[in-house]
């Protein structure tokens, strides 16, 4: 019962939406692991991102789309910044931007930023 009332209170915050039609979102939460992906819809080429997890301490973010296409990613504790430094874009689609590790989760987390 715990574990459903905080997956549904987790997919209540996971959801962020952005003015130009980028929508980022949580999945494959796994906090026994410490791991989780975010995904990302969007209709046009995304050069570069930025966002905050709290609930939770990043530890890292590597992989999927963003890592794909050549960018630089980094973290603290609170958010992940994905960049390219040759001015690469991430096309539009529907796809895994970044798998994140991350420790210390609470029993709500959120997108913000």
Same mark, same amino acid.
């Given at each position: 019962? &715990?574990?459903?009332?905080?997956?549904? &209170?987790?997919?209540?915050?996971?959801t962020f939406i952005f003015a130009s039609d980028v929508e980022l979102s949580i999945n494959n939460y796994n906090p026994d692991a410490g791991t989780m992906t975010i995904s990302m819809s969007n209709e046009s080429e995304v050069a570069g991102f930025q966002f905050d997890i709290t609930g939770l301490t990043i530890t890292g973010a590597s992989g999927g789309t963003a890592e794909a296409n050549g960018y630089m990613i980094s973290v603290s504790e609170t958010t992940i910044l994905g960049f390219s430094l040759s001015g690469a874009t991430i096309p539009a689609g529907n796809a895994v931007l970044v798998e994140v590790t991350f420790e210390n989760a609470d029993e709500e987390i959120c997108l913000e930023n």
């Open positions: 019962m &715990l574990r459903s009332l905080i997956t549904t &209170l987790t997919l209540i915050c996971t």
